[in-house]
């Protein structure tokens, strides 16, 4: 069974720019997390999806944004990069039927605004 | 906000030694999750715990779901060298149907000897 998928694996932006990442969760899960790593704040929640509706948001500025598309796919987007936006961005899906909270990482998007 | 206080930052032992880290938050928490972090990677699940005062095992590894319900604490017993890498708590408190927000301890830091 596939796990989750997150492309691309590294990217370098300069700031002002926008990204776009995206996150191909387990075949049959349906809720998809995103959360940001960053040495100074750790693991931080930025927003969940199911159904393609966002069940829950964390407290980040409205310049990230994201979506789940029919299938499940998820993509996040960061607009107006700020340097502060160098992150490991990562994905996590779950299926209700496997245990409600067990989330599965995907091994990140490493995002470098320069 | 809620916050998880994990300790210790950081451990440094010898092979075959005994590990043990621990998480308190100031809030009450339904699940609690450890998760081991690789270079590169994202997290992976070792332990979910899902009641107060639960004490599960998995292989080496052994967690508790304080009674309290806001604490938690994970040992690692005769720990090998593959044990190196980063250890995290999670916590989750139930939010209307959202499952997929979790939040993490600053994480445990294991470098293990040979």
């Known amino acids: 069974k596939a796990g989750v998928t997150q492309t691309p694996r590294y990217l370098i932006k300069t700031r002002g720019q926008q990204v776009t990442l995206s996150c191909s969760p387990i075949?049959?899960?349906?809720?998809v997390s995103w959360y940001q790593q960053t040495p100074g704040q750790g693991l931080q929640f930025l927003f969940e999806?199911?159904?393609?509706?966002?069940?829950n948001k964390g407290n980040f500025p409205g310049r990230f944004s994201g979506r789940q598309f029919s299938n499940s796919r998820s993509e996040m987007n960061v607009s107006t990069l700020e340097l502060g936006d160098s992150a490991l961005y990562l994905c996590?899906?779950?299926?209700?039927?496997?245990?409600?909270?067990?989330?599965?990482f995907g091994a990140g998007s490493r995002l470098t605004v320069l | 906000g809620q916050q998880l206080n994990q300790s210790p930052q950081s451990m440094f032992i010898q092979e075959g030694e005994d590990v043990s880290m621990n998480c308190t938050s100031s809030?009450?928490?339904?699940?609690w999750l450890w998760y081991k972090q690789d270079p590169g990677e994202g997290p992976v699940l070792l332990i979910a715990?899902?009641?107060?005062?639960e004490l599960t095992s998995n292989g080496r590894l052994t967690a508790q779901f304080g009674i309290t319900r806001k604490d938690s604490f994970l040992n690692i017993s005769a720990s090998i060298p593959s044990d190196v890498g980063i250890y995290f708590c999670?916590?989750?408190?139930?939010?209307?149907?959202?499952?997929?927000?979790?939040?993490f301890g600053q994480g445990t830091i294991l470098t293990v000897h040979p």
């Open positions: 996590a899906s779950s299926s209700l039927a496997s245990g409600a909270n067990v989330l599965t």
């Open positions: 075949s049959g899960h349906r809720s």
């Open positions: 999806y199911f159904s393609e509706t966002q069940r």
């Open positions: 809030s009450i928490f339904n699940t």
């Open positions: 715990l899902y009641k107060a005062g």
């Open positions: 999670a916590g989750q408190s139930v939010e209307g149907t959202s499952y997929g927000k979790l939040t």
